[in-house]
């Protein structure tokens, strides 16, 4: 990765601007030459690197294709085919490469001592990578994170599901991504990891948002919560419930989860913790002091609030004072946030460091938690093995969870637990996690309760829980600060008392007290 010579400059901006995380999202090189006409045979386990962009997929999936179909062929697609209109006209991925060449990123890399045009930990995020790679009407700076960002940025699987021939349609998901490389985003633990590697970060793939990137003025990167952040994207696709029967049935899934996005929540927040330590371990393991790519400690892994915070207390004291129960004064831990969805399926309290359920590994991010205690960021090689093994450990939760029935009696536990986390929540991004992942959940199961539809309608606005500028295709940078002083100004109280009306007219002979147990 070249980076500038010039190191003094990114230390300047660690003291320059005190400037919070950011959203990350993925790119490549240049123009586009002439697609490469060799393939590697299918299902040899070698796949051939390839980046198409929206206009290639545009050929079939811009509602052309509806005008010219016959009975017949229309009647063999699985999804809609007009998929590119509403990721073309809103979704802001298209952008992404923008924020890099504009004010904002100029000025960064200025003060980092680099081109962020060219950086790795930038380009990975903010478009596709394409070093070394032959891509098709794609251009990095129109274009942005296209569709194979997230679809597979391989040849074969673009090349065969354009013939939709009889082989194609006989393999199964799983089998798509492993043997043509199509990732699987209908698996709600494959689609959470696709989402996380930019907008939490990925080390194996070159994703790093680092303290001194946030420093220098990239924006706040905020928490995720994949069944909300999808939906407000906003999907260009439909959930198996909305497909039709015969739809469903051509993808082998006849009868649709009736909990699908409840299904992506409570796994979701799992995986959201998942990478989140193993972001940690593998900086701490391969970092090293002055990095600007990978360094350890980055303080961005940690609570921002751990140092960012006022230093009065008394009457009218922030909620970026109140530490997490189990924390310890001048010892930052991992962000509150990531473990605000994490015992979703587990009757664990909520306000006890998380436990997965019947695992026997209940210990596993307890322990993490001591180190971080025990010393400022903690030593290196004592949490390197056991964030490994928390990461262990909520694998096997995924796994056990992925063979749970979601059914509406879990829904219903699900929500009560949320209320109980509302009670204990911290800080701005974890009470955003729970309001998300609630609001998620509760329109999904259909209800119309007039009192939490009213509390969920201000939560959305007290917490901007909508993602301005939502469903507008345009870059963040307008609503940015307004974005901030909601962040600044969370009243913690108000949004305890919201989801104590929320959890009573829930369960009104249970209350909050008994939710969940």
Not at 290 to 304: T, V, Y
Not at 378 to 407: H, M, N, W, Y
Not at 430 to 444: C, K, L, M, P, T
Request: hydrophobic residues 40%; aromatic residues 6%.
């Amino acid at each position: 990765m070249a980076v500038g010579s010039d190191r003094k400059r990114a230390a300047m901006a660690l003291l320059l601007i005190g400037a919070l995380g950011a959203c990350a999202v993925a790119v490549g090189q240049g123009t586009a030459p002439q697609a490469s006409t060799s393939r590697r045979a299918a299902g040899d386990g070698k796949l051939t690197p390839f980046v198409y962009g929206a206009r290639w997929c545009a050929n079939c999936h811009a509602g052309s294709s509806e005008k010219l179909a016959t009975p017949a062929e229309s009647a063999g697609w699985i999804c809609q085919m007009n998929e590119y209109l509403t990721f073309d006209a809103k979704d802001r991925h298209g952008l992404a490469f923008k924020a890099l060449v504009g004010e904002r990123g100029k000025r960064m890399g200025e003060l980092l001592g680099t081109d962020v045009t060219k950086l790795d930990a930038c380009v990975n995020c903010h478009g596709v990578a394409t070093k070394g790679v032959d891509v098709q009407l794609y251009d990095r700076e129109t274009d942005g994170v296209t569709c194979v960002a997230c679809h597979g940025a391989s040849a074969e699987w673009v090349e065969m599901h354009q013939r939709a021939s009889g082989p194609w349609r006989s393999l199964d998901r799983a089998q798509k991504e492993s043997r043509y490389g199509m990732k699987d985003l209908w698996n709600p633990v494959r689609r959470a990891e696709t989402c996380a590697s930019c907008h939490i970060g990925n080390y194996e793939q070159g994703k790093v948002l680092t303290h001194a990137m946030y420093a220098a003025g990239h924006p706040p990167l905020p928490s995720l919560e994949v069944a909300s952040y999808c939906d407000l994207e906003p999907r260009h696709w439909q959930t198996l419930r909305e497909k039709t029967p015969e739809r469903r049935a051509r993808l082998g899934k006849v009868n649709a989860e009736p909990l699908e996005e409840t299904r992506q929540v409570v796994l979701g927040g799992l995986v959201e913790l998942r990478q989140s330590i193993k972001l940690l371990a593998d900086q701490a393991e391969h970092g090293r002091p002055g990095d600007l790519i990978a360094p350890w400690p980055d303080f961005a892994r940690f609570d921002c609030t751990a140092c960012h915070h006022e230093l009065s207390q008394g009457l009218g004291a922030s909620p970026r004072q109140v530490r997490r129960i189990g924390g310890a004064p001048g010892r930052p831990t991992i962000s509150d946030w990531s473990l605000a969805l994490a015992n979703l399926s587990s009757d664990s309290t909520p306000a006890t460091p998380f436990a997965p359920s019947g695992s026997g590994d209940e210990s596993a991010v307890a322990e993490l938690t001591r180190l971080l205690n025990h010393a400022p960021f903690g030593a290196p090689r004592a949490i390197v093995p056991v964030a490994r093994k928390a990461v262990a450990a909520l694998d096997r939760s995924l796994e056990a969870i992925e063979r749970t029935t979601i059914d509406t009696a879990f829904a219903h536990k699900v929500l009560l637990r949320l209320c109980n986390q509302a009670a204990i929540v911290p800080d701005h991004d974890s009470a955003r996690q729970v309001a998300w992942a609630f609001r998620a959940i509760y329109r999904e199961r259909g209800e119309h309760n007039a009192t939490i539809l009213r509390e969920l309608d201000a939560l959305g606005t007290e917490l901007a829980l909508d993602l301005p500028p939502a469903k507008i295709k345009r870059l963040i940078e307008p609503e940015l600060a307004a974005r901030l002083r909601i962040a600044g100004s969370f009243d913690a109280r108000l949004y305890r008392t919201r989801f104590a009306r929320i959890a009573a007219a829930l369960d009104p002979a249970r209350g909050t007290r008994t939710a969940g147990r």
